[in-house]
């Protein structure tokens, strides 16, 4: 089924995309193209794919079959473009935020502390923060794993569950600083299962079931179904 | 090239930094082989002239079983919190993460070696009866012979069920003649009766060899789901 954005430059084509883990088909025959500058919730039950999507958008995991383009090149060439966001911190616990970003920085060969230090102000946390990242809480720990993720300026924000284990509170004024990222023209991906709070500020809300994507809509309810999950 | 080796000093760094705040590997090598040494003086009591032909395997056992102690840590830190994923997706050089990880085991071993070889020295009465000099390019090709292939199949195990026991299972086999070498070697010094010269040469060889494979397969490794 391919099932294609309503309108605008698409900068993510994912062609016949089919992943297998042994014998198990986690994508089957995935095929989709997705807008620039739109907020793209994807949704689905446990085991649908929505993961293993965001993975092989990421180059994390390779297509068995099929091929994942963004602005026409393959997911390695495009990483500078590429923001990531996992449901685990993907930060050493033992590191102050600073000397996590610090270090993810060298990654990108982006010198001095100002980038740092602006992404963790876009994120609303304190630079100066001294002790390690395993003694944040876990509102903290996501909004640092963000600042992370947005450290390059990437244009594509790819993130997997970035609300699970959060307070309401905290999981809004995520979703308050994503719709920013998305109104200042970046794309984003969000995996969630928390639809309703997307609700209003996602463009778009891709539904997948059993490895593929069965319906993309303009709001968190689908009519076919007239639920949320 | 300026990008591999400043990304190498700073992936360094922060193994250091990780290390010396959690002293998860180095904790666990020094009690390793601190109770090596323990239980062999108990065990048996050589005099100086058996020492001199034992003490070389001794020492290169114990060195090898608290390097894989290490090296099972340097990897394991990279896979809490999934952070490898975060070097898997940038744009950085997968040797970078190769070398800085052989440059910071080679560096903890021999920190360990610093500490203990003064021990064995006391425990085993040992003076060198060959060219003392030659001890030193065997520990440090050999150190870095078992980091660097150690590095490699940790890697190469990390997504393996159980870790801990593949990291044995390949490295010792292809460490055979590195370890023949290393105690031979240092054999041979301590007791003087033949040269080391060919060990050191036998070492030097295996280390560019291993070292260049690794290199040459480590992006894959990385890389491999």
């Known amino acids: ?229 | 090239m300026n990008s591999l080796w400043a990304l190498t000093l700073a992936t360094l760094v922060k193994d250091i930094r990780l290390e010396w705040r959690s002293k998860d590997a180095l904790n666990a090598m020094l009690f390793f082989s601190l109770q090596v040494v323990v239980i062999f003086v108990f065990s048996f009591d050589p005099l100086a002239e058996e020492s001199r032909h034992i003490v070389g395997g001794l020492v290169w056992i114990a060195f090898l079983f608290a390097a894989v102690v290490a090296l099972n840590q340097t990897w394991a830190r990279e896979l809490r919190n999934q952070v490898l994923d975060a070097y898997r997706v940038s744009p950085a050089p997968a040797n970078a993460l190769f070398l800085a990880k052989v440059l910071g085991n080679f560096l903890f071993v021999v920190v360990l070696q610093g500490l203990m070889v003064p021990l064995f020295v006391v425990f085993y009465n040992l003076r060198a009866l060959g060219p003392a000099w030659q001890l030193i390019p065997i520990a440090l090709l050999g150190t870095w012979a078992l980091v660097v292939n150690g590095t490699f199949f940790a890697a190469m195990s990390l997504r393996t069920r159980s870790r801990e026991i593949m990291l044995p299972l390949l490295l010792f086999p292809i460490s055979i003649p590195a370890v023949i070498a290393m105690v031979a070697g240092t054999t041979a010094v301590l007791t003087g009766e033949n040269s080391a010269h060919f060990y050191i040469v036998l070492l030097l060889t295996y280390d560019v060899v291993f070292t260049t494979a690794s290199l040459g397969l480590f992006e894959t490794v990385l890389h491999a789901e």
């Open chain 1, 1 to 229: 089924m391919n099932v294609s954005s309503p309108a605008g430059v698409s900068v993510i084509h994912v062609q016949d995309v089919v992943k297998r883990f042994g014998r198990f088909a986690a994508l089957r025959g995935v095929s989709a193209e997705f807008d620039a500058g739109r907020f793209h919730a994807i949704l689905g039950d446990n085991g649908a794919g929505k993961t293993t999507l965001l993975r092989t958008i990421a180059g994390l995991a390779q297509p068995t079959e099929g091929k994942v383009s963004i602005f026409g090149k393959s997911p390695a060439e495009a990483c500078r473009d590429l923001g990531y966001m996992a449901h685990p911190s993907l930060l050493y616990d033992e590191m102050s935020g600073m000397e996590n970003l610090r270090y993810f920085a060298r990654l990108y060969e982006i010198a001095g502390d100002a980038k740092c230090e602006e992404a963790i102000r876009a994120v609303r946390l304190d630079p100066s923060l001294t002790r390690g990242v395993g003694q944040y809480s876990q509102g903290m720990r996501q909004r640092m794993s963000l600042a992370r993720a947005i450290l390059h300026d990437p244009k594509i924000l790819l993130l997997d569950e970035p609300f699970s284990n959060v307070d309401v509170h905290s999981a809004r004024e995520m979703v308050g600083l994503l719709k920013g990222m998305r109104d200042g023209g970046k794309t984003i991906f969000v995996v969630t299962h928390q639809a309703l709070l997307l609700d209003g500020v996602a463009d778009e809300f891709v539904w997948m079931e059993s490895g593929r994507i069965v319906d993309r809509t303009a709001s968190a309810v689908r009519a076919t179904q007239g639920s949320v999950p």
